[in-house]
């Protein structure tokens, strides 16, 4: 009778540690489930890659909300364009580009580069004899973070450079829940001999990973990082157009960009720029990846020329385009309509902006084939 007690308390027992294996293995499995992610250099893009994004205007968006183990729903987006956007690698510049950026250029060997409006500069060819288009940012990436080395300009046709005295981090590597880095950038453009305009940048930037969770987006569902980078920028033109040669600062710009991240997507999957004002946020942009639906934003510039001048302007405001123009609308800093026009389809034309505050808008016209953005600086 012993021995059989003995045998039905082992198996009991047993029976009991197989029980507590199969919960810890259950709870485990949820654990992991929703895991934390890290981002490394491999989960962002380098030079021939292409990411595809899409755009809304605006949203009732929840894109503050943050936290360890979130669920952020953004299923509902609803697309209004798409865009291209292209890591083109070194290699196709000038002689100048290469010297500065190329492989053996040091800490400026860059990546990539990008076309950007980060700087009004191109749309200042109005004023001058020659033109000037196509600005670029440059980017390098190594296993320790992305980082801003300088912009370059084709100054008819040629590309020249300008490297950052102060290279900005954007991404410190690797990247986890709870990390915090603090960076800044200073570049300074020069145009000369070609035009007396000189440009300063100055960006602070502080970048938190603030939440880790799930995020739900048109394209699927995902384990993400969200990281948050509160920008201050502070710029100055230096002129010749109005009267004797000054520096004009313009509109201090304080914004906050939210971006929700996964491992092997190149980009984020979810971008939103806030405008930062009086302690609000007002959305200016949404950007967020998806696969193509035939919405390919803007238009073909290469076949398209339009001036919007004088820029910067204090009354009035001017445009020619090839294409006829329906409608225009001026975009403040807080993604706020401040000026809107109807025009008929003319392709040119001028516009009263004597009531409009000093700052930088966004000017977009609409045309039957599409829209096309510009920047424009108020005096």
Known sequence: MAF?????????????????????????????????ITLSIADFATGGDTVRLSQIQNSNLDFIAAGPN????????????????????????????????????????????????????????AF??????????????????????????????????????????????????????????????????????????????????DGWGTVITPLGTFPALRVRHDINEIDSIYQTFFGTGSWIGTPPIDRTEYEWWTNGKKEFLLKVVATNFNGNQNISSIEYQEQYLGLDAGIDE???????????????????????????????????IALQASFNGVQSAYMDIQHLNQGIYLCHLHTKNGTIVRKLTKL
């Not at 196509?134 to 450079?161: A, C, E, F, H, W």
């Open 128 to 209: 001058l004899p020659i033109e000037i288009s196509d600005l670029s940012q440059y980017t390098k990436r190594s296993n320790s973070g992305i980082t801003s080395i300088g912009y370059s300009i084709s100054v008819q046709g040629q590309g020249v450079p300008f490297k950052s005295d102060t290279i900005e981090t954007r991404y410190s590597l690797p990247l986890t829940f709870g990390d915090v880095h603090d960076s800044r950038g200073y570049t300074f453009v020069d145009l000369n001999p070609a035009a007396d305009i000189k440009y300063i940048q100055h960006r602070q930037r502080h970048t938190e990973v």
């Open 70 to 125: 979130y669920t952020w729903d953004f299923s509902n987006l609803n697309t209004t364009s798409q865009s291209v956007k292209s890591y083109t690698p070194i290699g196709f510049g000038s002689f100048l580009i290469l010297a500065t950026y190329g492989p053996f250029a040091g800490s400026y060997a860059a990546t990539y580069f990008n076309l950007t409006t980060e700087l009004p500069i191109d749309q200042l060819s």
């Open 302 to 336: 290469q076949s398209t020329q339009l001036m919007l001048y004088p820029n910067p302007a204090e009354d009035l405001c001017f445009f020619e385009s090839t294409l006829a123009v329906e409608e225009v609308v001026f975009y403040n800093q807080l993604g706020e």
């Open 4 to 36: 059989k007690f003995l045998y039905i308390c082992l198996a009991n027992l047993l029976s009991m540690r197989k029980t507590f294996f199969f919960i810890c293995l259950l709870a485990f499995s949820a654990l992991t489930g929703r895991s934390q």
